[in-house]
């Protein structure tokens, strides 16, 4: 609530923060910080419990969400959906755009333009790096990317680090490692990014042709982190206190022999989760294509499917939140 301090007006901190994501679209992690993060985990923690407790609110009674989406998703477009209508809200499911005008040629702004007439928030997943913001510059309702080809995935991002508040009770002082196609995976490039706001350590395992991106390493680097790499999982398993692995993104490869090369260069086992800390997590934006045992599941440290439920709690807030509801 906005107060009156010497004859000015002062927003809390709570308000504040309702500011920076109210009306906003979510395109970037870097568009985020710290606080922001705080604030939003916050509400993800109110979420957890309206969600354990009762299952639903109304709080976004009456509004819609158009949940398009270009490329093949199953968390990410359900739980969108699962968040929306906990909140009370409806949903407009486009999932195959080639049941949609978009098959007769429609542009990305038209199709925006036309989705926001009748949605009050949109949420985006498409091939190309960008289009959420080519998105947003045409809507006048908040835009929300669910992934832009192999650019970022800002909500994965947030539900990962908020998966790691969660298991560990905190992000600073962690030496994260992450896993597999660090090149071509967007929710390495979003997490990396919003790492680099806490003091952590990040050691980057991948095989040399799917390094990380320069200009990922650099903001890392830039941003006082230290970053090393290797392509032996070998070299962090003793040491990491989150191991975040993910798939290689067969669909990014123009040369499937070069896919073919690399596709199983890393398996989690129960052999290598006994040489890992007591205390760590075991993180996978999923979905796996063999770079975890399904034996690995019942470990305790295995964060993967908490972390997906976590999708849905991080979805709640942000909708609450762009729609000044939270
Ligand atoms: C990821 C994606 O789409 O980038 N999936 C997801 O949203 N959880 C990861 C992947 O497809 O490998």
Same mark, same amino acid.
């Given at each position: 609530?906005?107060?009156?301090?010497?004859?000015?007006?002062?927003?809390?901190?709570?308000?504040?923060?309702?500011?920076?994501?109210?009306?906003?679209?979510?395109?970037?992690?870097?568009?985020?910080?710290?606080?922001?993060?705080?604030?939003?985990?916050?509400?993800?923690?109110?979420?957890?419990?309206?969600?354990?407790?009762?299952?639903?609110?109304?709080?976004?009674?009456?509004?819609?969400?158009?949940?398009?989406?270009?490329?093949?998703?199953?968390?990410?477009?359900?739980?969108?959906?699962?968040?929306?209508?906990?909140?009370?809200?409806?949903?407009?499911?486009?999932? @195959?755009?080639?049941?949609? $005008?978009?098959?007769?040629?429609?542009? *990305?702004? =038209? /199709?925006?333009? &036309?989705?926001? !007439?009748?949605?009050?928030?949109?949420?985006?997943?498409?091939?190309?790096?960008?289009?959420?913001?080519?998105?947003?510059?045409?809507?006048?309702?908040?835009?929300?990317?669910?992934?832009?080809?192999?650019?970022?995935?800002?909500?994965?991002?947030?539900?990962?680090?908020?998966?790691?508040?969660?298991?560990?009770?905190?992000?600073?002082?962690?030496?994260?490692?992450?896993?597999?196609?660090?090149?071509? @995976?967007?929710?390495?490039? $979003?997490?990396?990014?919003?790492?680099? *706001?806490? =003091? /952590?350590?990040? &050691?980057?395992? !991948?095989?040399?042709?799917?390094?990380?991106?320069?200009?990922?390493?650099?903001?890392?680097?830039?941003?006082?982190?230290?970053?090393?790499?290797?392509?032996?999982?070998?070299?962090?398993?003793?040491?990491?206190?989150?191991?975040?692995?993910?798939?290689?993104?067969?669909?990014?490869?123009?040369?499937?022999?070069?896919?073919?090369?690399?596709?199983?260069?890393?398996?989690?086992?129960?052999?290598?989760?006994?040489?890992?800390?007591?205390?760590?997590?075991?993180?996978?934006? *999923?979905?796996?294509?063999?770079?975890?045992?399904?034996?690995?599941?019942?470990?305790?440290?295995?964060?993967?499917?908490?972390?997906?439920?976590?999708?849905?709690?991080?979805?709640?807030?942000?909708?609450?939140?762009?729609?000044?509801?939270?």
């Amino acid at each position: 609530m906005a107060t009156m301090v010497n004859g000015q007006k002062r927003v809390g901190l709570a308000a504040d923060r309702r500011h920076s994501f109210y009306g906003r679209d979510i395109v970037s992690v870097k568009q985020f910080s710290r606080e922001d993060l705080t604030y939003i985990f916050g509400v993800a923690n109110e979420m957890r419990s309206i969600v354990r407790r009762v299952g639903t609110t109304d709080l976004l009674k009456g509004y819609v969400l158009a949940n398009l989406f270009y490329e093949p998703s199953t968390r990410t477009s359900s739980s969108f959906i699962a968040a929306m209508v906990r909140l009370g809200g409806s949903v407009i499911p486009i999932h @195959g755009v080639q049941y949609s $005008s978009v098959s007769k040629g429609e542009s *990305l702004p =038209d /199709t925006i333009r &036309t989705l926001e !007439s009748y949605a009050d928030v949109i949420v985006l997943r498409h091939p190309e790096v960008g289009a959420s913001e080519v998105a947003a510059r045409y809507a006048s309702k908040p835009v929300i990317s669910a992934g832009d080809g192999v650019g970022e995935h800002p909500t994965q991002g947030l539900l990962d680090l908020y998966t790691i508040y969660s298991e560990l009770g905190t992000i600073d002082g962690l030496h994260v490692a992450m896993v597999g196609d660090l090149k071509n @995976g967007r929710t390495v490039h $979003s997490l990396a990014r919003l790492l680099r *706001l806490y =003091d /952590t350590t990040l &050691t980057m395992v !991948s095989p040399d042709i799917l390094r990380l991106p320069e200009e990922n390493k650099q903001e890392l680097i830039a941003a006082g982190r230290t970053v090393h790499e290797t392509d032996s999982v070998d070299d962090v398993i003793e040491s990491a206190d989150v191991l975040y692995v993910t798939r290689v993104q067969k669909e990014r490869f123009a040369d499937l022999r070069e896919y073919e090369a690399v596709k199983d260069c890393y398996e989690i086992t129960p052999a290598l989760m006994a040489r890992a800390k007591e205390r760590m997590a075991l993180m996978h934006p *999923l979905p796996r294509v063999g770079e975890i045992h399904y034996d690995v599941d019942d470990d305790p440290r295995a964060a993967y499917f908490r972390q997906m439920e976590n999708g849905m709690y991080i979805r709640m807030a942000l909708l609450a939140a762009v729609l000044g509801k939270a």
